[in-house]
């Protein structure tokens, strides 16, 4: 028993890196409506889920994805500011907050296809997408694989493979360390409860996931903005990377800031963000470069 409660507290604390902040923050979240707010919130069957979401505000239409083992209400400080202009669509992706999947696959295209197929539902024939995290992958992996469906995109603490070209060495050893350990606890156990089978699941996929190639992303011809902290759990180099594999694209690192920019940096991330999405893209080349 004990070194079941161990592993499953150490799953979570894994799982839920991206939304361990200080105390305010973790108390919103807790006491918000946002997630779990039956005046809104909806299902739609998709691709054999019943994926959980709910749609604030008016206007262009904005996606915005959630990290891994996240939720909707991870973007409490996002949904009011952006829903002042804009119909602002968020679900909890598959196998994660009210979306249950209890198949033992999972992977970053699943979560795309399943986003994709959700504004098929929608009726909506493209959006503007925000992704943060594992989010700002699948918003990557949306704008390549179903490029009609991103206006714009901006992604931020996004990596296309899980080594240490992409990730902190410290963070991607503990993530694999743990997921070792908990895959090898998981076959030494009879009658598995499913709420540990699904979180080694998602900590399977941050652990060996994603694998996108650089050359994709020359696919991706919507404007983007390319997001990081310069102490962020993606390195500074790979975030580069990103940006300058994206035609037009645009580069911004915050200073001081690791990978929750969305919520230590609310109010400077949603003001960019917002400007990014509500101004026309400027191609800056030649002479330009000296303004």
Known sequence: MKTFKSLIIAVVLLLTVSVCFAQNPRKDMDTTMY??????????DIRGIKM???IYGKGEP?????????????????????????????ADSRAQGKTIDNKDSLSYEMISD???????????????????????IEGLLLAINHPDKVKKLAVTGANLRPDTTA???FVQKMVLAENIKGADS?????????????????????SYEPNIKTEALKKITCPTLVIG??????????????FENIKNAYLWILPNSGHSTPIFYKDLFNQTVGDFLAKPFRTIEKYERFQ
């Open 114 to 136: 399943d986003l994709n197929a959700l504004l098929d539902h929608l009726k909506i024939k493209n959006a503007n997408v925000i992704g943060w995290s594992d989010g700002g």
């Open 229 to 242: 902290g310069d102490h962020d759990v993606i390195t500074t180099r790979h975030t580069l990377e990103i």
């Open 52 to 54: 959980y979401y709910e």
């Open 62 to 90: 904005l996606l915005i994805i959630h990290g891994n083992g996240g939720s909707i209400n991870n973007f409490i400080y996002q949904i009011p500011y952006f829903a002042k202009k804009y119909q602002v669509i968020l």
């Open 167 to 169: 990730v902190d060495p």
């Open 35 to 44: 997630g779990r707010n039956p005046a809104v919130g909806k299902y739609a």
């Open 186 to 206: 998981l076959k030494r156990m009879t009658n598995v409860p499913a709420e540990m089978k699904n979180q080694l699941k998602l900590l399977h996929l941050l």
